[in-house]
């Protein structure tokens, strides 16, 4: 008898990485650009205020890979 095997259709597991990949991507940009030259919006006036950037990253990957965890198929 053949076992079956619990595999995610491919599409979806993709999808998800892609996500989570372009959050990255675009944190890290807003990041850079913060170092460079201030944003200019509230709490983010200063050169030195990229941490604040970091910290909101870091949950917002955070929330991603829970909701990923417990949306798994």
Do not use: C, Y
């Amino acid at each position: 008898m053949v076992e079956r095997k619990n595999v995610q259709p491919v599409a979806i597991s993709e999808t998800k990485n892609a996500m989570t990949k372009t959050i990255a991507v675009l944190l890290i940009l807003a990041m850079v650009i913060q170092v460079i030259k201030p944003l200019g919006l509230p709490g983010l006036r200063r050169r030195g205020d990229f941490w604040k950037l970091a910290v909101f990253a870091f949950a917002i990957w955070s929330a991603a890979l829970i909701v990923r965890e417990f949306t798994k198929m």
